[in-house]
């Protein structure tokens, strides 16, 4: 054990204080003090969220203050943010502490495994966020943030107590990791975890998504789901065990299969161009593998030293030795689209598009369920293409009505997810349902267009633009595809209009061509 080390003991070597932030965090934030006035709290959180340190900082200050009311802690960085104002939040920030700056940041070997701990945190934070909101959560901040300070002890060690993270990382290679923990700490990280974030005035609805006690919530068990993913994925994504997460999500948020595995893969990507700053490989980058042994890399037992495990609470943390099973193939270079966050929108990734297409090309010979092939359409369309908002509408069984039947983007509460209409009628969308055709709904046609759609569903589609096509299987009407970037300042473009119709004559054929019920 390190020095009998006890938890009292290690608690005060870790105790709270002036955490150190990432310098990209520190830089990020300084370079938007020239619009200090126009800034929102969200804008400066999502800056925030991408640093575990820094996220902890801002919870701990937020929830350590004397002048707080007493209206209940504070458990999201938007509200710790508006607690300080904006710009007196933005004055403090040339005074903190730089983490490369600090002695361990200036060590290479401790720097590099911090990155890749950071790399890991915002891959689970990402994933967490994203399937808190596909549950409509409307809490999901509070997960994203926890899965951030999941990571947070690990973080430390390196940076205040370099000698217990260099003899956790040597027996997290040789033995599981609650047996390493115990035979360093003298006790489970998870012990150890809850009583820093209590130390470290962390709110207790997010200490409770770390309690094992409490491991059959909704919430936790998406936490711990995605916290795995991001642990294991580091290693590959063809894991058996990364299935089982599949599952826990399928179950938290009602989902096919098919449609969860392809909203990890995308978040994922995100997740990688969201810390493309970060000197450390993605987990997305090991997404074009095939199964295989996994090959021994230079430096490979630097790398399995500096990854905390996933959570004990679901048991899903085998030896080191058992972690090294995905891809064989060299990967080819990863460029993920932009995240969906404030006024940046989300852009085309033609290597995701051309993917798509090429799997369902490959696929045209029946041995494709429905939901293997929306979930590849939904992935082309908002992947490669860079759609927000994307519909799958497909005839009912009697075929008299078109009706959503496979949507992403839409919440739950959104009109949207109830579009639907009669074939029967004579309106925009009855009439692009004649033949193999699409529509592109802008400024410039709107005057003439618009009126053409039904009432009923102009009060579901506001006054946005989009793209709309029919979808036709063996010379009969098969469903619609409707899609848009939200109503915001992310316009569509005729580029994309063009490779959306593409795409669409493609998924017809796929209809066509699908597996037998």
């Not at 987990?283 to 996933?310: F, H, I, Q, S």
């Amino acid at each position: 054990m390190a020095d009998s080390l006890t938890l009292k003991a290690l608690l005060a070597r870790l105790k709270p204080g002036e955490t150190p932030i990432f310098r990209h965090t520190r830089d990020t934030l300084l370079s938007l003090r020239q619009r200090q006035d126009e800034l929102s709290a969200r804008e400066l959180a999502r800056v925030l969220l991408s640093d575990p340190l820094a996220t902890l900082r801002v919870i701990y200050q937020a929830n350590n203050r004397s002048s707080r009311s007493l209206g209940g802690e504070i458990a999201t960085v938007e509200h710790a943010v508006l607690m300080q104002g904006v710009i007196p939040f933005l004055n403090k920030v040339a005074a903190m502490p730089v983490l490369e700056d600090t002695p361990a940041g200036k060590d290479p070997q401790v720097l590099a495994s911090v990155y890749r701990l950071l790399r890991i945190a915002q891959h689970a934070a990402w994933q967490a966020r994203d399937f808190c909101v596909l549950k409509a959560d409307t809490r999901a901040e509070e997960v994203e943030v926890a899965a951030l300070l999941y990571y947070v002890p690990d973080l430390l060690f390196w940076l205040q107590t370099p000698d217990v993270a260099r003899q956790l990382a040597r027996k997290r290679r040789r033995m599981d990791y609650d047996s390493a923990e115990v035979e360093v700490l003298g006790f489970p990280l998870t012990e150890f975890r809850l009583a820093m974030m209590s130390a470290w005035k962390v709110p207790e609805v997010i200490r409770d998504l770390f309690d094992p006690r409490l491991a059959d919530r909704i919430r936790q068990s998406i936490l711990l789901a995605c916290l795995d993913i991001a642990h294991r994925s580091r290693r590959g994504w063809w894991q058996p065990q990364l299935a089982e997460d599949y599952l826990t999500l399928a179950d938290a948020d009602t989902k096919a299969l098919e449609y969860i595995a392809t909203t990890v893969h995308q978040n994922a990507i995100r997740a990688a161009r969201y810390g493309a700053w970060i000197p450390s490989t993605p987990a997305a980058a090991w997404l074009v593998m095939l199964p295989g042994e996994w090959p021994p890399e230079p430096g490979d037992e630097e790398e399995e030293t500096v990854t905390p495990a996933a959570p004990p609470a679901v048991d899903r943390r085998p030896a080191a030795s058992a972690q090294k099973t995905p891809g064989t193939r060299t990967p080819a270079p990863v460029t993920p689209p932009s995240p969906p966050d404030g006024d940046t929108c989300p852009m085309p990734d033609l290597a995701v598009l051309r993917q798509t297409q090429d799997f369902i090309q490959s696929h045209l010979d029946g041995t494709l369920t429905l939901t293997q092939l929306s979930a590849q359409i939904l992935r082309g369309l908002h992947t490669g293409l860079g759609l927000s908002r994307i519909l799958f509408a497909m005839t009912t069984p009697d075929g008299e009505r078109i009706k959503v039947r496979f949507s992403l983007g839409i919440p739950a509460s959104d009109p949207l997810r109830h579009f639907e209409f009669a074939l029967a009628g004579k309106d925009l969308f009855c009439l692009l349902m004649l033949k193999p055709q699409g529509v592109w709904i802008n400024p410039e046609n709107r005057p003439q267009l618009w009126p053409r759609v039904a009432p009923r569903l102009q009060s579901i589609l506001c006054e946005g633009d989009f793209y709309a096509m029919s979808l036709f299987a063996n010379n009969q009407p098969a469903g619609l595809i409707y899609a848009d970037r939200g109503h915001g300042s992310c316009g569509l473009d005729a580029k994309t209009y063009a490779d959306f119709k593409a795409f669409c004559l493609l998924a017809s054929k796929g209809l066509g061509m699908l597996k037998p019920a």
